[in-house]
């Protein structure tokens, strides 16, 4: 299989941000349909190498391929391909808002910004009846069942569980039909079971209609294709890597800092 035919594939992919390197030499090929999991602790550049592979932030060294288009050069394009579930700081969900409004909130701005100038020209109706369909497609392949919800789709966003919350920006990134789903922290404050419930959910989407599935987690599940972050050519016996925790997140709110610009 030629580098072409894979979802993805990196060779020597890094970025350097001003406190010093964030992740380097990832190399990996994953083939369309695949679920990858960037395993790793916090501070290992987990999110970050998540944000570069989707086009949000600009690899400094190496390069990667998605779906044909080359990184770090075709940014706007990988961007356009690929959708970010639930990445703190980026993909914040509105507190204020209700299931249903964060969802309308999103179809319109799909319908307006997404569409190609050819669906924008159809009629009202024809446009708004496949908005629906896609919402509901959407919701359907995330799992999210309003009626299941406390008070349907009318529940605040801030009174949803973890779980929901993650189901809920699936269901969002998934209205603009990616070719790669990203999503962060997959496995942060979940129970075991809620855990194997999300890792079950992100194996259905893995394939379907082609989709590749990004997953940044601390612990891979079975059967994923593992992509481990951190810094092993320079890490002492003992597993440390020199650096302080405060000094791992400042590198990574450097390199976030860098997604706005990228």
Known sequence: MSQREYAVAAEDFGLKGPRGRVFDGITFTAPEGSLIALEGPSGSGRTCLLLALTGRMKATSG?????????PKHLAAVRRISALGSVPGVTDLDPALTVTEQLRERVLLQRRFGGSLRSLLRPRAERAAASRARLEKALAAAGLDLDALPRGGRT??????????????LALALLGEPRLLAVDDADLKLSDAERDEMWALLRSLAGTDGLT???ACSEAPEGALVVRTGQKDT?????DDGKTEAEKKGEAFDALAEASRA
């Open 63 to 71: 390069h990667a391929d998605v779906h044909g288009e080359r990184l």
């Open 156 to 169: 605040p966003v801030r009174d949803l569980g973890r779980l929901e919350e993650l189901r809920l920006s």
């Open 235 to 239: 890490t002492p016996a003992g597993g």
């Open 213 to 215: 599935v990004l997953a």
